[in-house]
C-alpha cells in the first residue's frame, strides 16, 4: 500500500503542515488505522477509498490523528485532494463523504485547491475561570466553535501576545474537546494577511497544529464580522507556518491553500 506525506497550506516542502494519505479500496479496520496514524505521527493522517458511481460523493473519507480519529480536518483534506489530482486517480473537483458531511475540493488553475466546509456556529461565551493562566495572556473574548470544529476560540489584544504565548497545554486541555484557538488582528496587514492565529490541541495529542483548516471554518466568521469583508487570509503562526484563504458563504466557508507531496513510500505492515 502506497502512503504519502503531505505539507498542505503551503506551496514549499518542509512548511505547511505535514499529512499522512492512503488511498484504500475500503476502509481497514479502525485499530489498524489508529495504529498507522500512530506510527505516522503527524497530525492527521487520513484515509480514503472510492465510492460507486452515480452518489453524492466521489471518495470516503476519514482523519485520525496519533491519538484519536476526527470529525472534520481541513488540511488533510486538502492533502488527500492533492494526492487525487497529481496521482491523476481523480479529476475536477472531488467530493468526500465524511464524518462532516459532504466536503468537496476544487483545483483551480493557480494550482491552489477549494474546499467547501461548513461554517462553524459561533457562541459567546465566558472566558473560562484559569484560562488566562493556562494561556499566559487575557483574553478579550471567548467564542465556542460547535460540534465539528470543538474548540474554544479566543481574541487576544494584539499579534506580539498570539506569538509569544507559551501556554500550559495540560491546563489548556480542561476548557473543550480539542483545544484553544488564539487569535488576534493582524498587526500589518500590508504583509498579506488579516489575522494571525495559534491552535493548542492537547486532547487529541496535537501539542500545537502548524497550520488548521477546521479552525478556519471558525476563525473565518468570527473576523469577517469584525473586519466587515467576505474574503480573508489568516496566517497561522507556528514554527512551520502557513496561508489560509477565506471566502465566508454564510453557512458554508470556502477554504483555499496549495500542497506539496514530500515523501511517497510502500507501507508493509
Given at each position: 500500500?502506497?502512503?504519502?506525506?503531505?505539507?498542505?497550506?503551503?506551496?514549499?516542502?518542509?512548511?505547511g503542515?505535514p499529512?499522512g494519505?492512503m488511498l484504500?479500496?475500503?476502509?481497514?479496520?479502525?485499530?489498524?488505522?489508529?495504529?498507522?496514524?500512530?506510527?505516522?505521527?503527524?497530525?492527521?493522517t487520513?484515509?480514503?477509498?472510492?465510492?460507486?458511481?452515480g452518489?453524492e460523493?466521489?471518495?470516503?473519507?476519514?482523519w485520525f490523528?496519533p491519538?484519536?480519529?476526527?470529525?472534520?480536518?481541513?488540511?488533510?483534506?486538502?492533502?488527500?485532494?492533492?494526492?487525487?489530482?497529481?496521482?491523476g486517480?481523480?479529476?475536477?473537483?472531488?467530493?468526500?463523504?465524511t464524518?462532516?458531511?459532504v466536503?468537496?475540493?476544487?483545483?483551480?488553475e493557480d494550482g491552489?485547491i477549494?474546499?467547501?466546509?461548513?461554517t462553524?456556529?459561533?457562541t459567546?461565551?465566558?472566558?473560562?475561570?484559569?484560562?488566562?493562566?493556562a494561556?499566559?495572556?487575557q483574553?478579550?473574548?471567548a467564542?465556542?466553535t460547535?460540534p465539528?470544529?470543538?474548540?474554544?476560540l479566543?481574541?487576544?489584544?494584539?499579534?506580539q501576545?498570539?506569538?509569544?504565548?507559551r501556554?500550559?497545554?495540560?491546563?489548556i486541555?480542561a476548557h473543550?474537546?480539542?483545544?484553544v484557538i488564539?487569535?488576534?488582528?493582524?498587526?500589518?496587514?500590508?504583509l498579506?494577511?488579516?489575522?494571525v492565529?495559534?491552535?493548542f490541541?492537547p486532547?487529541?495529542?496535537?501539542d500545537e497544529?502548524?497550520?488548521?483548516g477546521?479552525?478556519?471554518t471558525a476563525?473565518?466568521?468570527?473576523?469577517?464580522?469584525?473586519?466587515?469583508r467576505a474574503?480573508?487570509?489568516?496566517?497561522?503562526?507556528?514554527?512551520?507556518?502557513?496561508?489560509v484563504?477565506?471566502e465566508?458563504?454564510?453557512?458554508?466557508?470556502?477554504l483555499?491553500?496549495r500542497?506539496?507531496?514530500?515523501?511517497?513510500?510502500?507501507?508493509?505492515?
Amino acid at each position: 500500500m502506497r502512503i504519502r506525506i503531505v505539507d498542505a497550506f503551503t506551496d514549499r516542502p518542509f512548511a505547511g503542515n505535514p499529512a499522512g494519505v492512503m488511498l484504500l479500496d475500503a476502509f481497514p479496520e479502525d485499530d489498524w488505522m489508529q495504529s498507522v496514524a500512530l506510527e505516522v505521527n503527524h497530525a492527521e493522517t487520513a484515509f480514503a477509498h472510492p465510492l460507486p458511481e452515480g452518489g453524492e460523493a466521489d471518495w470516503a473519507l476519514r482523519w485520525f490523528t496519533p491519538a484519536a480519529e476526527v470529525a472534520m480536518c481541513g488540511h488533510a483534506t486538502l492533502a488527500t485532494a492533492h494526492v487525487l489530482h497529481s496521482t491523476g486517480a481523480h479529476a475536477g473537483p472531488v467530493r468526500f463523504a465524511t464524518r462532516s458531511g459532504v466536503l468537496v475540493a476544487t483545483p483551480r488553475e493557480d494550482g491552489s485547491i477549494t474546499m467547501d466546509f461548513p461554517t462553524a456556529p459561533l457562541t459567546v461565551t465566558e472566558v473560562p475561570e484559569g484560562l488566562a493562566e493556562a494561556l499566559g495572556a487575557q483574553p478579550r473574548t471567548a467564542i465556542d466553535t460547535g460540534p465539528n470544529v470543538g474548540d474554544l476560540l479566543v481574541e487576544l489584544a494584539d499579534e506580539q501576545t498570539v506569538h509569544a504565548l507559551r501556554p500550559d497545554l495540560r491546563a489548556i486541555g480542561a476548557h473543550s474537546s480539542r483545544g484553544v484557538i488564539a487569535t488576534a488582528r493582524a498587526a500589518d496587514p500590508a504583509l498579506g494577511y488579516d489575522y494571525v492565529s495559534r491552535c493548542f490541541f492537547p486532547n487529541v495529542g496535537i501539542d500545537e497544529d502548524p497550520v488548521t483548516g477546521s479552525a478556519h471554518t471558525a476563525l473565518a466568521p468570527f473576523w469577517s464580522e469584525r473586519l466587515g469583508r467576505a474574503e480573508l487570509t489568516g496566517l497561522q503562526a507556528s514554527t512551520r507556518s502557513g496561508r489560509v484563504r477565506t471566502e465566508l458563504r454564510g453557512e458554508r466557508t470556502l477554504l483555499s491553500g496549495r500542497a506539496v507531496t514530500v515523501i511517497e513510500g510502500e507501507l508493509l505492515a
